[in-house]
C-alpha cells in the first residue's frame, strides 16, 4: 500500500552535510510514521530519526542528536534527513520506513514499520 523510495545518499567528507529524500507513493502517500534507520557493515540496523504526520512530533537517536534533522513535506509525500557534521561512524546504507497506523507515538523500532524502501549508501570518508 506504500512504496518508499529513498536518494541523496553519497560520498562525503567528514564534517560534511548530505540531505537525504523518501519519497512515499501508493494507496497512503502519505503514511502518518516515517522513520530513517541505518545499518552499517558487519552491524544491526539502528534507528536513526522519526516524525509524525504533523511534522511536529519527532524523536532522535542520540548518536545524531543536534547534528541531523528530520522534517517532511506532506504535499510532497517527501520526508527528508539533513544531515550535517558527518562522522565517519555515519556510514551505512539509510532506509525509510513508513507506518500507516494512526496512533500518536513516536516509534523506534523496526517491527513498528510495515513498509520499508530500497536503502541508499551514505559514505563519510576521514
Known amino acids: 500500500q506504500v512504496q518508499l523510495v529513498e536518494s541523496g545518499g553519497g560520498l562525503v567528507q567528514a564534517g560534511g552535510s548530505l540531505r537525504l529524500s523518501c519519497a512515499a507513493s501508493?494507496?497512503?502517500?502519505?503514511?502518518?510514521?516515517v522513520g530513517w534507520f541505518r545499518q552499517a557493515p558487519g552491524k544491526e540496523r539502528e534507528f536513526v530519526a522519526t516524525i509524525l504526520w504533523s511534522g511536529r512530533t519527532i524523536r532522535y537517536a542520540d548518536s545524531v542528536k543536534g547534528r541531523f534533522t528530520i522534517s517532511r513535506d506532506n504535499a510532497k509525500n517527501t520526508v527528508f534527513l539533513q544531515m550535517n557534521s558527518l562522522k565517519p561512524e555515519d556510514t551505512a546504507v539509510y532506509y525509510c520506513a513508513a507506518d500507516t497506523n494512526t496512533e500518536w507515538r513516536t516509534r523506534t523500532t523496526e517491527n513498528e514499520y510495515d513498509y520499508w524502501g530500497q536503502g541508499t549508501q551514505v559514505t563519510v570518508s576521514s
Open positions: 501508493g494507496r497512503t502517500a502519505s503514511p502518518y510514521a
